[in-house]
């Protein structure tokens, strides 16, 4: 009997596990498109299957600092994160709890009193952020582990063009912040998570290997 009860309980378990939604990672440096292809992934496959947590709104809040004090951040930096959060709203999902998101401000780089609402009878969430492949306890919740790795010239000219138009710029000031930290802070900690990935995308398209086998696998998972 009581062995018969451990099948049981193990045929649950089981049950459960392979039934939770599924987490996909995304990561890459700024500007490779991460962003840009979860909107692909959502439009194609439909909101309603779909939708994505974005690492970046899980920055650390700095209201209690100066806007000048703000602006020295390291952005780039793991410790700008609030990571203990994030990896406790991804088992909530995993174990079938709804979850709300924090909304960031770039421009002022402190929260809002908003919030996203994640409901966790969705298929997949996509994790997508230049630190989503970078903590262990993130990576065994994750059932794919993407990396960008897209050319660095790519990866600057859009990361000017989104903070000029998007976060109130200067394209001195996002050069600047480049050189000084985003750059050396991809080569120390983002770059090396590409190990971790087991898809990489050279290039966000149909004739990318990547591509084709990220897109037959949420497909899977989706049907």
């Given amino acids: 009997m009581l062995e018969i009860k451990k099948v049981l309980m193990e045929n649950l378990l089981f049950?459960?596990?392979?039934?939770?939604?599924?987490?996909?990672?995304i990561a890459g440096g700024t500007g490779?498109?991460?962003?840009?292809?979860?909107?692909?992934?959502?439009?194609k496959f439909g909101y309603n299957n779909i939708d994505k947590i974005e690492v970046d709104a899980y920055y650390k809040d700095l209201s209690h600092l100066s806007m000048e004090q703000r602006i020295q951040n390291n952005f780039d930096h793991p410790e700008s994160f609030d990571f203990e959060s994030l990896i406790k709203d991804l088992n909530y999902l995993k174990n079938g709890k709804n979850i709300n998101i924090p909304v960031y401000?770039?421009?002022?780089h402190i929260r809002t009193k908003?919030?996203?609402k994640i409901d966790s009878k969705i298929k997949i969430v996509i994790l997508e952020g230049i630190f989503a492949l970078?903590?262990?306890?993130?990576?065994?919740l994750l059932s794919y582990k993407v990396f960008l790795d897209i050319p660095e010239?790519?990866?600057?000219?859009?990361?000017?063009?989104?903070?000029?138009?998007?976060?109130?710029?200067?394209?001195?000031?996002?050069?600047?912040?480049?050189?000084?930290?985003v750059k050396p802070m991809y080569n120390k900690f983002i770059k090396p998570t590409k190990k971790n990935s087991d898809i990489i995308i050279k290039n966000i398209n149909k004739a990318d290997s990547g591509y084709i086998k990220l897109m037959g696998e949420i497909n899977n998972l989706i049907n």
Avoid at 135 to 140: F, G, S, T
Avoid at 153 to 181: A, G, S, W
């Fill in 153 to 181: 010239n790519i990866c600057l000219d859009r990361r000017i063009d989104r903070d000029i138009k998007k976060r109130d710029r200067t394209h001195d000031d996002i050069i600047e912040q480049y050189k000084k930290t």
């Fill in 15 to 25: 049950l459960a596990n392979n039934n939770s939604i599924k987490i996909i990672g």
């Fill in 134 to 140: 970078h903590r262990k306890e993130i990576l065994k």
């Fill in 105 to 108: 401000d770039y421009t002022k």
């Fill in 114 to 116: 908003n919030i996203r």
């Fill in 32 to 43: 490779s498109g991460k962003t840009y292809l979860a909107n692909i992934l959502i439009k």
